[in-house]
């Protein structure tokens, strides 16, 4: 039997929702609750299983529940031989990007937990210090979206491109007023401007004072040397070196999402012919989808979702 070189992806910011907790309570995994409650004074449990869904919407406590599941689900899966030896890399969106560092053994789950919870509370407080907002266009290219956020920001407005996530699908994120424009002239690129109900405008330069405050606590984090190779946000560039994290984090919060070519580099260079989702929700199996509808895809958003143990040659 050929053996299929694996990929793991991890979602972002945006896929929590109400008692997302609940199916991994009985879990060995759960365990984690308290690990990481531990690390970053907040209750995972109450947050996981009892907190109302606005309240989620908070970006240090949507970011700090996403990636505790995202950790629960790699952490079961770990544990029921789901991954088999076959996995060579790993990729997060956004602030999945710490899960997946975990995952590949750049981080332990303390030290990542206490990135996450500065960098969700940093975010936060520039978002709060400078509003913004974002929205994602749909069915135009990326390249010609990019265009009319630079034709918009030549006349002063502040937008940017914030993800490029799949073919017809990309993010941009600055003040009402650009975004709002950005959606009045998108249908002359053919496209339609969904707003997003977000608490900022991530992925630009709005989040500089965050990538400041994240930059001290990323300089300050060990990272394992040498780890399984993960693919970074900002250039879609396999990393399996430690000390490249915290130039790249820090300019994560800054700079566009390349998720799109993330996962090219995922299924192309890497070889990757199966990517396994693990977190709340299954968003990045529908991009994946649309990036490469030839690789296989198994999202694992709850304990019975995790996989067979992959077979053994004999």
């Not at 709060?128 to 002063?156: D, F, K, Y």
Request: net charge negative.
């Amino acid at each position: 039997m050929n053996r299929v070189p694996v990929g793991l992806v991890f979602p972002g910011q945006g896929t929590q929702k109400e008692g997302m907790g609940a199916p991994w309570r009985d879990t060995p995994s759960w365990e984690l609750t308290a690990e990481i409650s531990a690390v970053t004074g907040e209750d995972l449990a109450e947050l996981l299983l009892r907190t109302p869904g606005e309240q989620l919407r908070r970006t240090d406590l949507a970011q700090l529940t996403v990636f505790t599941v995202a950790l629960m689900a790699h952490a079961e899966a770990v544990r029921s031989d789901a991954l088999g030896p076959d996995v060579v890399a790993c990729a997060g969106h956004s602030l999945g990007e710490y899960a997946a560092l975990t995952a590949a053994g750049a981080l332990t789950v303390e030290r990542a937990a206490a990135l996450v919870a500065v960098r969700g509370r940093a975010m936060r407080e520039a978002a709060l210090a400078r509003e913004g907002t974002m929205g994602v266009l749909v069915a135009a290219p990326s390249e010609q979206v990019e265009a009319l956020v630079a034709e918009i920001r030549s006349e002063g407005a502040d937008v940017w491109v914030a993800n490029v996530n799949a073919p017809g699908q990309t993010v941009v994120s600055g003040s009402r007023d650009a975004v709002a424009e950005v959606g009045a002239r998108a249908g002359t690129i053919g496209a339609r401007m969904l707003r997003l109900d977000v608490g900022g405008a991530f992925h630009s330069p709005y989040m500089a004072p965050a990538a400041e405050a994240l930059g001290d606590a990323l300089r300050q984090t060990p990272f394992t040397p040498a780890h399984l190779p993960v693919v970074a946000n900002v250039d879609a560039e396999p990393h399996a070196e430690g000390h490249h994290w915290p130039d790249l984090g820090v300019r994560q919060l800054t700079s566009p999402v390349l998720w799109e070519s993330g996962v090219r580099t995922l299924t192309g260079r890497l070889g990757c012919r199966r990517l396994i989702e693990l977190g709340p929700g299954r968003t990045l199996a529908g991009l994946i989808r649309r990036i490469d509808p030839e690789v296989d895809v198994i999202s694992v958003d709850g304990p019975a979702a995790v996989p067979a143990p992959p077979a053994v040659e004999r």
